[in-house]
Nanobody, 132 residues
């Protein structure tokens, strides 16, 4: 089981920036897919961005592409989510989550990080509020 600790949420005006962090422990860090999900009031939780820590490949949903950047510092076992040009519709509770990205039957195969159904370890949420 992976333990995930998310931090960095807060309040910001539209157009501003925030950086979220997700620190992981309990698993070989460079074999993980780590993603950020968000859940706005009255809406379902959605996966928005993710990274494979083995090779740094990332996925960006249309709603955040060009504004958000995900990166991984494998030496610190931490993934960062840099959020720029924030909009009121980005307001949500943000969760980081992970799953083991390497196929146990074929160690050479890495699962795509945007297979949102595979995520099975979750950190606590952090609130991001963007005011207009």
């Amino acid at each position: 089981e992976v333990q995930l600790q998310a931090s960095g949420g807060g309040w910001v005006q539209a157009g501003g920036s925030l950086r979220l962090s997700c620190a992981a422990s309990g698993h070989t860090f460079d074999d993980l897919a780590i993603g950020w999900f968000r859940q706005a009031p009255g809406k379902e939780r959605e996966g928005v961005i993710c990274i494979s820590t083995s090779d740094g490949s990332a996925y960006y949903s249309d709603s955040v592409r060009g504004r958000f950047t995900i990166s991984s510092d494998n030496a610190k076992n931490t993934v960062y989510l840099q959020m720029n040009s924030l909009k009121p519709e980005d307001t949500a509770v943000y969760y980081c989550a992970s799953f083991p990205a390497r196929d146990p039957t074929d160690y050479r195969r890495i699962y795509y990080c945007n297979d949102w159904t595979r995520y099975d370890d979750w950190g606590q949420g952090t609130q991001v509020t963007v005011s207009s």
